[in-house]
Nanobody, 125 residues
Framework: QVQLEESGGGLVQAGDSLRLSCVASGRTSSTYIMAWFRQAPGKEREFVARLTWGGRSLDYADSVKGRFTVTIDNAENTVYLQMNNLKPEDTADYYC??????????????????WGQGTQVTVSS
């Protein structure tokens, strides 16, 4: 089992920045990919970004490419999502997810084994 706990959400204005954190605990040795997803009100959960536990193979949704950066601090078992130039359409609940080694490409939520409870991000215009 892997436990994930997100933090860092909040209410910001368009153009502002936020950094989300996800602390992983438990059997992290079985984790291959860490990812961020988001779910806006009335919409399905969507992929945002992901990387391997070793900090490689970064992948981003087109909607956040160039504005969001995903990183990992292995010493702290923490994954970060730095979000810059936030837009109202970024408003959503953001979830951290973990997956073991699978075929990939790790963009579907069905590929992930563990999820955090989510942290809310609201961007006002």
């Amino acid at each position: 089992q892997v436990q994930l706990e997100e933090s860092g959400g909040g209410l910001v204005q368009a153009g502002d920045s936020l950094r989300l954190s996800c602390v992983a605990s438990g059997r992290t040795s079985s984790t291959y990919i860490m990812a961020w997803f988001r779910q806006a009100p009335g919409k399905e959960r969507e992929f945002v970004a992901r990387l391997t536990w070793g900090g490689r193979s970064l992948d981003y949704a087109d909607s956040v490419k160039g504005r969001f950066t995903v990183t990992i601090d292995n010493a702290e078992n923490t994954v970060y999502l730095q979000m810059n130039n936030l837009k109202p359409e970024d408003t959503a609940d953001y979830y951290c997810a973990a997956a073991g080694l699978k075929r990939g490409p790790y963009r579907a939520d069905s590929e992930y084994d563990y999820w955090g409870q989510g942290t809310q991000v609201t961007v006002s215009s």
